[in-house]
């Protein structure tokens, strides 16, 4: 079956960057773009951005432009979120969702279990 | 960007009860709406996919309707599993916007 399984709860200081890794089993990796979503505490969800695990590419929200990075191995079915600068507002769960063949239309069916992010000083 | 509005924010029900929650898009989203389940502590489950579609093994008391702007899911006789948090998506354009969730409580 299906899943993904993200790395563990982190820690960080304001101006640092975390690595949130997302490793997918069950099915052709390449086959499958990989979605990222936060929510925040008390806040809603959301979307930070995509890629393609097939050719790596990326596409992102505009709000985490310049401070997020995509990028997947292919070669351990693992996908990698980097957040940089983080501030007490970034201070989230962190979820990677596995969407369809094509970057638009398909729904997110499966999602990994959640990585807390904490920036505090 | 595409705003997703739902309500209520949270409602509270009775087990056997139906209880419907919408969705409004600021602008038409064809079918592209999709439904999902969240409990505490737990990653998101799909429910519901391009407006009226029922994910594999989800219960069929669980129904999607609409297109363009208005969306609905219908839950026709709750069931003591089914209180938890439930949100819409849009999967139209990116970037992909969600509703902010209805809390589904016992009364």
């Known amino acids: 079956q299906v899943q993904l399984v993200q790395s563990g709860a982190e820690v960080k200081k304001p101006g640092a960057s975390v690595r949130v890794s997302c490793k997918a089993s069950?099915?052709?990796?390449?086959?499958?773009?990989l979605h990222w979503v936060r929510q925040a505490p008390g806040q809603g969800r959301e979307w930070m951005g995509m890629?393609?695990?097939?050719?790596?590419?990326?596409r992102f929200a505009q709000k985490f432009q310049g401070r997020v990075t995509m990028a997947r191995d292919t070669s351990t079915s693992t996908v990698y979120m980097d957040l940089s600068s983080l501030k007490s507002e970034d201070t989230a769960v962190y979820y990677c969702?596995?969407?369809?063949?094509?970057?638009?239309?398909?729904?997110?069916?499966?999602w990994g279990q959640g990585t807390l992010v904490t920036v505090s000083s | 960007d595409i705003q997703m509005t739902q309500s209520p924010s949270s409602l509270s029900a009775s087990v056997g009860d139906r209880v419907t929650i919408t969705c409004r898009a600021s602008?038409?989203?064809?079918?592209?709406l999709n439904w999902y389940q969240q409990k505490p502590g737990k990653a998101p489950k799909l429910l519901i996919y391009?407006?009226?579609s029922l994910q594999s093994g989800v219960p069929s008391r669980f129904s999607g309707s609409g297109s363009g702007t208005d969306f609905t899911l219908t839950i026709s006789s709750l069931q003591p599993d089914d209180f938890a948090n439930y949100f819409c998506?849009?999967?139209?354009?990116?970037?992909?916007?969600f509703g902010q969730g209805t809390e589904v409580e016992i009364k």
């Open positions: 998506q849009q999967s139209s354009s990116s970037p992909r916007t």
């Open positions: 969702a596995r969407g369809g063949l094509a970057s638009l239309g398909s729904p997110f069916d499966s």
């Open positions: 391009a407006a009226s």
């Open positions: 069950g099915y052709m990796f390449t086959d499958y773009y």
């Open positions: 890629i393609n695990p097939s050719g790596g590419s990326t």
């Open positions: 602008q038409s989203i064809s079918i592209y």
